[in-house]
């Protein structure tokens, strides 16, 4: 990174910087609430102050890169393998929303507002922005797992509009919810079908195989999640026409986020142990960390929804695995903050 003062490297650092960072946020804030629920009340603070601190000077980077570096970014919003990232943003304000509804239901409402509005207007550009800006032919050619990011940032808009709705009661939040839930299967099946059919019709090395495939697990364990909260609110008109096919689909996509599991950690045993790719820091390992977050939750408020104690047992133990995940993930990414910025 050239520069040879910080500030220098700090105005590089945010040249470069990914959309996808958003992640963190997304990733501590699911953490949170999962601690929560397994009554870690102290610890579930202490991670959602790090997740607002992260989300607000996240947004301040970005927008010091929008004045400084808008070429930049423009590149990276119309280009296939950076445009979904931007996807992470609508999910980290969802997750928050999710997370303080129970305090701060006025923010709380005012972050899923802004999710949802900048989930809608990206969805409509991203086909638009993200063929203009392909350089390869064809599109599926370079199908990858940050796609899958288009289906979260709507299941994420649905979790939020679920629990809220509890907070404030009317016929709006649900139906937002319930509509959202059912585009956000909808844009899961069209992505896998992408992402399917590049996995089979094109060549797939030990480089390309990259922990955004993670984030395939991890939109089946949200639509699983915002299923279960869609299902655990009191019925109404529209609750009652979605209701079993909600139901039916949160069990399915649980049950595809579990045995996605497996099949993940063996790509990474074939990508870093078979073949030897050294596994380093970069933003993309935090989509590791919040597909883990996810299914401890979803897994929970499954159990709770359907009467299932094994699911709240397993979201119970889960829980610590991503906690553990984001600790190795939070000292990797603060060591390479100090020595790409701090002390190069």
Known sequence: MGGTTVGAR????VRELSPGYFSVVMATGIISVGLGYDGRRLLSRCLLVLSVAAFVGLVLLNAWRLVSHRAELVDDLTHLSGGFGFFTFVAAADVL????????ATLALWLLGVGAA???LRGYAAPWTTRLGADDRPVTAVANGTWFLWAVGGQSVAVAAAVLAVERPGPALPAVAVGTWFLGVFLYAVTGLFVAMRLLAHDLGADDLTAPYWIAMGAAAITTLAGAEITLLPHDAVLDAAGSAIRGGDLFAWVLATWLVPALVAAGWWRHVTHRV???YDVHLWSIVFPLGMYAVAS????VADGFPLLVDIGRVWIWVALAAWAVTSVAGVAHVVRRVLRP
């Open 118 to 120: 900048c989930w809608l």
């Open 10 to 13: 700090l105005d590089a650092a």
């Open 97 to 104: 929303s999710a997370r303080i509804a129970a305090d701060q």
């Open 278 to 280: 050294p596994l380093r």
């Open 300 to 303: 929970t408020r499954l159990g």
